[in-house]
């Protein structure tokens, strides 16, 4: 395995603000990457210098053997993303914004198969705005993957999402990585990273605090000899409810 | 693709196409012209106090409106329907009561016949009432008549230019504003500019197709023009789309501008209508922009909206060939390098 992200003493600091203090990590091609934190972690901050649209105060970032600093525009080209806080142009259907992310990537795009594949082949014809938060997550993600990336970002996929649209995306993204395409994924949600991730960075203050694979972390605490008060219970609030409202996805 | 979002866009189609007709119905129908005053110009070619007199009794009726003119002037301001009247008043002129009555002579603008015959009734009482003065009796000037055919301009054959121009300088400005903030503002910009497209080239595109969109809207105003109210176009039809496409460049530049400066949509209106609200008044939109004060007319002649309504009303209604307007079109395009350079200046798709 080869790193196909590389980040080398990243800096960042938005006035007075230090949002990210000097952090190096690689992924992996391949595997699923997850940066692990609170809100104000200097999550986002990250991923938007790896993507391109921001730019870095020191640290030398690669992504997809293309200096990030050097040319934006050729990351652009190679990587997917999904931004947090972002939408569509208004009065579009699904099948055209997809087509008008192509026009933007200057590639035919079959829009149709694109969409089935994030499980929107009956929303073609919707407009963009009146599907539901998992769909437009999942348009959205359709829209990453017209130039066909090297490494997909998703900047808090999940968040605000009913527990059925979560587990239903986490399914596109295991399907995603099965397809070969790296993903970086941030989130705040544990359970998320534990089962998604192969590999996760935890991030506090700007800082990695710790990067390993999930399990590890785990294991690594244990070993320090933390336990947690045991309580027997096999199941958690959250199967109760899917058991009761079904693991299918809702189309609200 | 932008096209077909922005004609989904339901409101947008009301302000672009339905409000425009709005306007030139309401305007067309409440018919500002034929109320008002008969225009008279006043070619004095005697200068001496007994031709000043005469001059002064006509500026006494308020409903004249007393303009001295040149005599090469007059004729054309005759035909180009500015004037009802003309009045030249010979260099022998002199009121004396015994002598032969001085002549002079009327030329009657045969489009505007109501003014003509209110104008030249009025004048035959002030004539009847210095010679009263005078002599008594006796006549002591006399009126030859001859009548010049101006262009039969009715207010609407005024007023269509001028909504013509209007209408482009609110949709280029307005539309690239409101949509390009409302985008900004949503994340769409974000997540356009995270894909390798050029920013250059999405700009293009919002700009080619307000252009696009301009000169459809030039069109059906000017069939509904035609069809409700039989405006007569005379100059060349092409000219006037040629004038109203350059024209929209310094408008949807200033939209540009705008779409760069405003963080958010609230912020647009505002800036929007101070662009706009000063040019739909002093730009002669609805009347005259002569009716603006004396001194504000160097500012308002050189305004953007004045320059196209004016190269659009002298094509319209004159049937000037772009040639002619060369002038107001150098202006716009002086209006469009500067705005140009505004709108470079504060449309940033970088974030820090």
Known sequence: MSAIVSVRDLRKSYGAIE??????????AGEVFGLLGPNGAGKTTTVEILEGL???????????????TRDPRGVKDRIGVQLQASAFPLHLTSREVVELFAICYERRVDAQALLATVDLADRTGQWNEKL????????????????EPRVLFLDEPTTGLDPQARRNLWDLVRRIREGGTTVLLTTHYMDEAEVLCDRVAIMDAGRILSLDSPRALIEALLRRGFSKPVIHQSASLEDVFLDLTGHEMRED | MLLRAYVRDRSALFFTFFLPFLFMIIFGFLNFGSLGRVDVGIVDEAG???SERFVQSLAQIPSLRIERVARDAMARKLQRSELDLAIVIPADFRIRPLA?????????????????????????????????????????????RQEVSGVRLRYVDFLVPGILGLNVMQLNIFSIAFALVAQKQRGVLRRIFATPLDPRRFVAAHGLMRLILSMV?????????????????VGNIFALFAVALIGAVPFLMQGFALAGWAETENQVPPVANLLTLPQFFLSGVFFSKEAAPALIRPISDLLPLTLLNDALREISTQ??????????LLGLVVWAVVSFAVAVRLLRFETP
């Open chain 2, 48 to 50: 001496n106090p007994d």
């Open chain 1, 19 to 28: 949002a990210v203090r000097g952090i190096s990590f690689d992924v992996e």
């Open chain 2, 217 to 233: 809207q030039v069109g059906i105003l000017l069939v509904v023009a035609f069809l409700l109210f039989q405006v007569q176009v």
């Open chain 2, 319 to 328: 049937g000037a060939t772009l040639w002619d307007v060369r002038s107001q």
């Open chain 1, 54 to 68: 921001r730019r870095a105060d020191s640290g030398t970032v690669t992504v997809a053997g293309i200096d990030v």
């Open chain 1, 132 to 147: 539901s938060g998992g769909q437009r997550q999942r348009l959205s993600i359709a829209t990453a993957l017209v130039n």
């Open chain 2, 100 to 144: 032969a009555p001085a002549a002079i002579q009327l030329y009657e603008n045969q489009a505007t016949t109501q003014e003509v015959a209110v104008g030249r009734a009025i004048i035959g009482d002030v004539i009847d009432r210095i010679s009263f003065a005078a002599a008594g009796s006796a006549p002591v000037i006399t009126v030859s």
